[in-house]
């Protein structure tokens, strides 16, 4: 069953929800200027990324000299000895590339810091933007609103979960699609 809301309702708690946010950022403590990341999961990736690929390198390479050897030279490889030699560094490989896969992934995952300078000042410019433009920014913000109206009638609750919360968790994106 669907829930109903005026879109003044929900303008509303979308400016409530900007407000808090931007009080967050400007009350959050101040980070070093020579921070290099650290800490930081897609910087970690990223140093990762550029290590994982050499070494997936040397595998492949590694494997394209064992098929060429046992193609050459049949008779070094009794029978199995090819395919056991072979079916470690495969394993390895494959388990590489999940791990490029998933590396790629964290990199690509936006974070709340990546969506600071469209939410620091929005508040300030709200009366003075298009509905164009307000909708452009809450569109690159929000990755999600969700009404809820637990006992009818009632009222209705408005769960504005931000883009990059909404790229965490996965599985909420596919529950979402599926409602």
Avoid: C
Wanted: hydrophobic residues 45%; charged residues 30%; negative net charge.
């Amino acid at each position: 069953m669907g829930v109903w809301a005026r879109g003044a309702d929900v303008v509303a708690e979308v400016l409530k929800w900007l407000r808090g946010a931007a009080y967050e950022i400007d009350n959050a403590p101040s980070t070093p200027l020579d921070s290099n990341g650290q800490n930081d999961d897609r910087a970690r990736a990223a140093r990762e990324r550029a290590r994982v690929p050499a070494e997936h390198a040397k595998i492949e390479a590694s494997l394209t000299r064992l098929a060429v050897d046992a193609a050459k030279s049949p008779e070094k490889y009794p029978q199995g000895v090819f395919e056991a030699a072979r079916d470690e560094p495969v394993a390895e490989r494959d388990q590489l590339s999940e791990r490029i896969s998933a590396l790629v992934q964290v990199e690509e995952m936006p974070e709340a810091g990546d969506y600071l300078p469209l939410v620091v000042g929005v508040l300030d410019e709200w009366e003075t933007l298009a509905v164009a433009e307000r909708n452009l920014i809450l569109r690159k913000l929000i990755g999600r609103i969700v009404l809820h109206q637990p006992r009818r009638p009632g009222p209705v609750t408005v769960k504005i979960t931000p883009v990059w919360e909404v790229a965490r968790h996965p599985e909420q994106r596919l529950h979402a699609a599926m409602a």
